[in-house]
């Protein structure tokens, strides 16, 4: 009983187990990743909080629960849970038009939203739903990503540039842009730029230190002495809160509004979540469960809005410096969340003093690597319909905003997908001189069968695409696709690729397409899934109607034996019924001898492949 239990508890909780299985030699390693990690989520966390355009002190929140969550509940031992630029910029683009400039509607807006992403995480997990990691597809992830870190850059201009702006949209912050720069502050430009010219210091010649938190230190420094002087804006106090916020006056409508939203949210977070731990996974050579990952997410995110933080997910940059300091386990999680903690009893006043273009520049610097258009102009060699696709997501995040774009994107997604089921390809088969089938192409050893239509129709088919399935076969039958002057006798089906499930609409479909090949003197075969065609057609055994064969090679067997009766017997016309027993005959002797090698083919004319 105690060891059902504990498998149980193990199961709900992978992090937990990789605790308890804990061995001393990680200890050093993980300690080391820790400190690494929380420095540079530290100042990651606060421009992030300002980007969702909410207190920095909320930044810190979102940080140290959810990683405490996670260590024990994710399946990752590298994962780092924390703000994400995508999920901040969802949050921000559903918040702001809600909140109608009311800071205490905001907030609320933030936290409800971040406490519903993760219910529907959990209700995910409860049904087994990790498949829909592979929904948002790489195409339109890469485009997402792209797209909002445009989208990061571009609003981050007035604070690193000093001036006012009063657009919130892209293309409107475009169009006023000429006329706002106008306006730009010196001395806040001069620090933007001091930041920057830090970070590629630090990156170039010191790549292992912490290099956000560094610069962000002296620029938090040199500001508490001269930012008065020069008039250069900073964050201010931060004030912390033990206690969530008043929601009593929160007008209930406005739950209407996020469903959907964080619906979105949910989805986006996980995609990228699973990304990351996928890749780091397969790094170290371990695997991971997707619906612990959807039930860790999802429990992250409700302790997140809890603490009054905001919407997390993987943290692709701090999982990497924590694989690349040589983190062992989740521990890594617990220390990092430790020090946040730190900071935030013990160390807060001097935040107050972070200069919000430094933080502007940090915030542009951790959204730079967002930015991936090699890997969109590699679509366009490999894949012309992903390529689009991406393209596509861009533009419409770019130009109709996050929630839109991702919903447009998923839209075309599916409407590609549904094109390939709906007009899949298509292939004819045939065989080389040692009896092997292949596809038909310009290979001229493959040859058709005579008189013999072998079709594999690439997709499942249904009861949308069966009609255009019989079409294809009548075409070819009456050789409207340069099939020449060849007499087709048999049509042999390619079962296993197309008869995956029952369809009341597909069966029917089928049944009718028999008849129509009847009446032309044609035979259908169907090779493969034999036992469930007989299922599904409902063949008695002595039924003989119906030609159903395990493989394409029995079904060509059982045609080309026939053909050579045929031939040596010069049988033309003879009785239906003394054909039916000799068809009979043939087939249980094909089924029997299965290794029989199929014929010579160096007679047969050629078939022109679709």
């Known amino acids: 009983m105690k060891l059902l239990s504990k498998y149980t508890l193990f199961k709900f909780m992978p992090g937990l187990k990789n605790l308890f299985e804990y061995q001393r030699d990680w200890l050093g390693p993980d300690i080391k990743a820790g400190l690494s990690v929380s420095a540079v989520a530290l100042p990651i966390a606060i421009a992030y909080a300002e980007l969702t355009g909410v207190s920095p002190i909320v930044g810190l929140y979102a940080c140290i629960l959810p990683m405490i969550a996670y260590a024990l509940f994710g399946s990752s031992r590298q994962l780092i849970i924390g703000p994400d630029a995508a999920t901040c910029a969802i949050i921000a683009a559903v918040v702001a038009p809600l909140a109608l400039s009311n800071p205490q509607v905001y907030l609320q807006l933030v936290i409800i939203m971040t406490f519903m992403t993760g219910i529907w995480c959990l209700i995910a997990s409860k049904l087994h739903l990790g498949a829909l990691a592979d929904l948002l597809s790489r195409p339109i992830l890469t485009g997402l990503l792209n797209g909002v870190a445009i989208t990061i850059i571009i609003g981050q201009l007035n604070k690193v540039l000093g001036y006012t702006s009063?657009?919130?949209?892209?293309?409107?912050?475009?169009?006023?842009?000429?006329?706002?720069?106008?306006?730009?502050?010196?001395?806040?430009?001069?620090?933007?730029?001091?930041?920057?010219?830090?970070?590629i210091l630090f990156r170039r010649f010191f790549s292992k230190l912490p290099a956000p938190l560094i610069v962000m230190v002296i620029m938090t420094f040199l500001a508490a002495f001269l930012a008065e002087q020069f008039n250069i804006d900073m964050i201010g106090e931060v004030r912390k809160s033990s206690s969530l916020p008043d929601f009593s006056n929160f007008p209930p409508g406005l739950l209407r509004e996020l469903l959907v939203p964080s619906l979105n949210l949910a989805l986006v977070s996980f995609v990228s979540l699973m990304l990351t731990a996928r890749s780091f996974a397969t790094k170290n050579r371990y695997e991971i469960d997707a619906n612990a990952e959807f039930r860790a997410l999802g429990i992250a995110n409700i302790l997140s809005a809890i603490s009054q933080g905001f919407a997390v997910s993987g943290a692709s940059s701090r999982t990497a410096v924590n694989d690349n300091v040589g983190g062992k386990t989740q521990l890594v999680s617990i220390i990092a969340a430790a020090v946040i903690a730190f900071v935030l009893f013990f160390m807060t006043a001097p935040l107050k003093y972070i200069p919000i273009s430094s933080l502007g520049v940090v915030l542009i610097y951790a959204t730079w690597s967002l930015i991936d258009f090699k890997n969109i102009r590699k679509l366009r060699k490999r894949d012309k319909a992903a390529f689009r696709l991406a393209i596509f997501t861009v533009?419409?995040?770019?130009?109709?905003?996050?929630?839109?774009?991702?919903?447009?994107?998923?839209?075309?997604?599916?409407?590609q997908f549904l094109r390939i089921i709906f007009r899949p390809t298509e292939s004819l088969l045939g065989a080389d001189e040692e009896g092997r089938i292949h596809s038909l192409s310009s290979n001229k050893e493959v040859k058709p069968i005579e008189n013999t239509i072998i079709y594999r129709f690439n997709s499942p088919l249904t009861y949308f695409n069966i009609a255009y399935f019989k079409r294809r076969i009548n075409q070819l039958v009456e050789n409207s696709d340069g099939l020449e002057s060849t007499e087709i006798k048999w049509v042999i089906i390619d079962a296993v690729s197309a008869l995956t499930h029952s369809d009341v609409s597909v069966i029917a479909g089928l049944k009718e397409l028999k008849k129509e090949l009847n009446i032309k003197g044609i035979q259908i075969l169907f090779a493969g899934r034999k036992t469930?065609?007989?299922?599904?057609?409902?063949?008695?055994?002595?039924?003989?109607?119906?030609?159903?064969?395990?493989?394409?090679?029995?079904?060509?067997?059982?045609?080309?034996?026939?053909?050579?009766?045929?031939?040596?017997?010069?049988?033309?016309?003879?009785?239906?019924?003394?054909?039916?027993?000799?068809?009979?005959?043939?087939?249980n002797k094909v089924e029997i001898d299965k290794n029989a090698p199929i014929i010579s083919l160096s007679h047969y004319n050629a078939l022109k492949p679709i």
């Open 532 to 587: 469930n065609l007989t299922q599904w057609l409902r063949v008695k055994e002595t039924n003989k109607d119906w030609l159903l064969f395990n493989d394409l090679y029995l079904a060509v067997r059982y045609v080309q034996s026939i053909t050579q009766i045929d031939e040596e017997n010069q049988i033309e016309n003879s009785d239906s019924n003394s054909t039916i027993n000799t068809q009979e005959t043939i087939r």
């Open 395 to 415: 533009v419409m995040v770019l130009t109709v905003g996050v929630i839109a774009g991702i919903g447009l994107a998923v839209l075309v997604g599916l409407m």
């Open 166 to 199: 009063n657009s919130n949209q892209l293309i409107e912050i475009l169009y006023n842009l000429p006329v706002e720069i106008q306006t730009i502050h010196w001395p806040s430009f001069i620090s933007s730029a001091l930041t920057l010219a830090l970070l």
